[in-house]
């Protein structure tokens, strides 16, 4: 029979490949015939295949080598896109009080209930009643309202006319007559007025005047109620 199993390291059986068997250098040979008998009568029997495992072979595992120098710095990425938009922030604080003196305020509106008779001279209309004077430009002694602010102002005058005399009165800025609040002689007593814009300077003074006695004429009142009103605020201050 065939001898094999002693020879090499290995051996494994191939069936699909034919090969050589091994066989020792001391076996002797068989004849030419001996091995075509032998092909014939054996035709299935497998061939032989050698192979070896390197893993055996291998060495030890070495140490682990030291580490490299770092690589260079890669180039720079494209831009990403725009993230989401943020939450709402917080209130923020109050701010500082505002300069009081850059407040440009004026305004006042007087009444009076007491009639008025014309006399020699020229009267200044004076005022019992302080409806609003803020801040106090308009002087309830004088009757007359002190321009602290440059600017346009807006006045106002109301009276009852007094049934067969006459009325005569005006707006006045300092000396000079600006409007007339003017009804002739009637059996019939009625409510008057006048308004008007002003261009003040500062110091100017804004009152009403009774003509003097050679037209006479008075302005009607009661104690009961309030006829007589003077009224002016400042609309806009003159811009520097
Ligand atoms: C090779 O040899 C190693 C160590 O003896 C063993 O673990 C492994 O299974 C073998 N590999 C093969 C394919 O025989
Ligand atoms: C009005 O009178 C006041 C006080 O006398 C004065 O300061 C001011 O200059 C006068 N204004 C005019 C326009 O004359």
């Excluded at 068997?21 to 001996?34: I, M, N, V």
């Excluded at 100017?204 to 003097?212: C, G, H, T």
Aim: aromatic share 10%.
């Amino acid at each position: 029979m065939f001898e094999f199993g002693f020879i090499c390291l290995f051996v494994h059986l191939v069936a699909s490949i034919p090969q050589p068997p091994c066989r020792r250098c001391c076996d002797h040979l068989p004849s030419p015939d001996d091995a075509a008998s032998l092909r014939k009568s054996m035709p299935a029997m497998p061939e032989v295949r050698t192979y070896i495992n390197m893993t055996i072979l291998k060495g030890d595992k070495g140490d682990r080598g030291e580490r490299g120098t770092p690589g260079k710095p890669g180039t720079e990425g494209s831009q990403g896109p725009q993230g989401a938009e943020g939450p709402k922030g917080a209130k923020g604080n109050a701010g500082a009080p505002g300069d009081a003196c850059k407040t440009q305020h004026s305004a006042f509106s007087v009444g009076r209930r007491k009639s008025l008779h014309s006399v020699d001279n020229y009267q200044a209309l004076i005022f019992d009643t302080i409806f609003v004077n803020s801040p106090e430009h308009f002087d309830m002694f004088t009757g007359k309202y002190h321009c602290h602010t440059p600017g346009i102002y807006f006045f106002n005058v109301n009276i009852h006319t007094w049934n067969f005399k006459e009325t005569y009165l005006h707006i006045m800025q300092n000396e000079s007559e600006k409007a007339i609040v003017y009804a002739q002689p009637s059996d019939r007593s009625i409510m008057q007025s006048q308004s008007v814009m002003l261009s003040l300077q500062e110091g100017d003074e804004v009152w009403i005047r009774l003509y003097k006695r050679e037209r006479e004429n008075a302005i009607y009142s009661d104690d009961v109620d309030i006829y007589i009103t003077f009224n002016g605020y400042l609309i806009k201050p003159e811009t520097k």
